[in-house]
């Protein structure tokens, strides 16, 4: 069945398929302004993706769907406060990202808190803030979170991650045996989502029994793990019902991993929930309504944003180009780390008045498959894979290189290797205004910040 809805849609890739939202004369102006590289943001993107999220779990028969954001995706101020304006819930795992959420004044009721150190300091601090909705992943953390509740004189709301232990099909997986995320279901030890449960059952009035939590992975490709995690939290919910007198629970997120499209074409939302959305209804016929929580960071913002570069230099040999730029993977860390194929396409420069490259460098020889696109630092996984999308016609020096749905995982791993600093980042704004959302950083910035002034 999935590999059919992947069939269905393996006809759409194209570059139109890419999302461009600015025109070549703006990115030209903006350049001139900017420089490269430079971050382009689209509002209205963001706005877009949480609608279609949303519309994806339109038959589900439990009560409210709620979409959580998971902020570690892109914590950028302005992208969040887009967010805040679609009403969604925010997923933090840290006290870092509580503080961005606290300077925003973001509601506390509209946060689920996941951490995966669970001390007692930071319990204290989410609790002090507000938050109600707390994810434990260990039986220290539950004790932790207990004692933090005393101290602030609060009752949380208390979800247990459960691991399901089930095999993902995806690009970065959270789910295996043993792993370090969540619980098992039943571990035979106080680490397993039975003895948590009961302890929290056991705990009240202390503690609130809130449901349950996983998340699979991120990227997922084949959406049967979720039907296979939600079968073995089904026996989970039997097992408890027997023992528990009154258990029941509230909200089931059932975490992040929908997919973006770079090279592959991947099934929409819509395509995706309705792989398990009969079995979410089942969990609804037997054992009650429940909310249905939703995590993304990467669908929520991948496709909102590219990257403008500047091709700096080539060189030819044999049948190959490669082509070099003035970015790397300070700045899209995934294109090294993961091999992500972000779509690429070629803009030109329209103040670019040397002949000279253009004659040596015609590019009509070389496929996509012999040229190679190279980042700026020395560093050997520094390039660029490309996508099936990716058209590098025209990759001749002063021309600019587009890289697509760089908005996950891209600014928040931007990093000073080489002396490098953070480009600026601007946003369309649903008005269709251009917005300096975050300055550039200078080579004096970093000097001061690695400690240049300490004498
Ligand atoms: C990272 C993460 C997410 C988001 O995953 P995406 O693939 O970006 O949607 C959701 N939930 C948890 C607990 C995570 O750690």
Redesign the pocket.
């Known amino acids: 069945m999935v590999e059919n809805v992947v069939q269905i849609i393996q006809n759409k890739k194209s570059l139109s398929k890419t999302n461009r939202f600015i025109t070549n004369e703006e990115i030209n102006q903006l350049v001139k302004e900017h420089g490269t590289p430079l971050y382009l943001v689209d509002e209205g993107t963001l706005h877009e993706k949480v609608l279609e999220l949303r519309n994806a779990y339109k038959k589900f028969h439990g009560h409210d769907v709620e979409i959580a954001y998971?902020i570690?995706?892109n914590f950028n101020p302005s992208i969040l406060k887009t967010f805040m304006k679609d009403n969604i819930t925010f997923?933090l795992?840290s006290l870092g990202e509580l503080f961005f959420i606290r300077e925003l004044k973001i509601n506390p009721e509209n946060i689920i808190y996941?951490s995966v150190t669970e001390e007692l300091e930071e319990y204290k601090q989410v609790l002090s803030y507000g938050v109600k909705r707390v994810v434990v992943s260990s039986y220290f953390g539950l004790i932790n979170l207990s004692q933090a509740a005393n101290i602030v004189g609060v009752i949380p709301k208390v979800m247990v991650r459960i691991n399901p232990e089930v095999g993902v099909k995806a690009e970065?997986r959270?789910s295996y045996k043993n792993g370090k995320?969540g619980v098992p279901l039943n571990g035979g030890k106080v680490d397993s989502a039975y003895y948590i449960v009961k302890s929290i059952f056991s705990s009240r009035p202390n503690l609130e029994f809130e449901g349950f939590?996983f998340?699979l992975?991120?990227?997922?490709t084949n959406f049967i793990c979720y039907v296979n995690a939600l079968e073995r939290l089904h026996s989970l919910l039997n097992k408890l019902k027997k023992e528990i007198p009154n258990f029941s629970f509230k909200t089931l997120d059932i975490?992040?991993?929908?997919p973006v499209f770079y090279n592959e074409p991947v099934p929409t939302p819509q395509e995706m929930a309705s792989i398990y959305l009969d079995k979410l209804n089942n969990l609804v016929s037997y054992h009650g309504k429940f909310t249905l929580m939703i995590?993304?960071?990467?669908?929520?913002v991948a496709e909102s944003s590219l990257m403008v570069s500047k091709i700096v230099n080539t060189k030819e040999y044999n049948d190959h180009k490669i082509v070099i730029l003035d970015t790397g993977y300070h700045l899209l860390l995934d294109a090294a780390l993961l091999k992500q194929e972000y779509p690429q396409e070629i803009v030109s420069n329209k103040s670019n008045n040397n002949h000279l490259y253009f004659s040596s460098n015609s590019n009509k020889q070389y496929t996509g498959k012999n040229i190679q696109l190279a980042g700026r630092l020395c560093d050997t996984f520094d390039v660029f894979p490309t996508s099936k999308l990716s058209d590098l016609s025209y990759a001749n020096i002063g021309n600019y290189v587009l890289f697509y749905n760089v908005g996950?995982?891209s600014l928040v791993f931007n990093m000073p290797f080489h002396c490098q600093t953070k480009p600026p980042v601007l946003m369309k704004t649903c008005d269709g205004d251009i917005k300096l959302i975050r300055k550039g950083t200078t080579f004096n910035d970093l000097y001061v910040e690695e400690g240049g002034l300490i004498s």
């Open positions: 998971s570690k995706a997923d795992t996941t970065v959270a995320f939590h998340h992975g991120s990227q997922i975490g992040g991993g929908t995590e993304s960071g990467r669908f929520l996950a995982y």
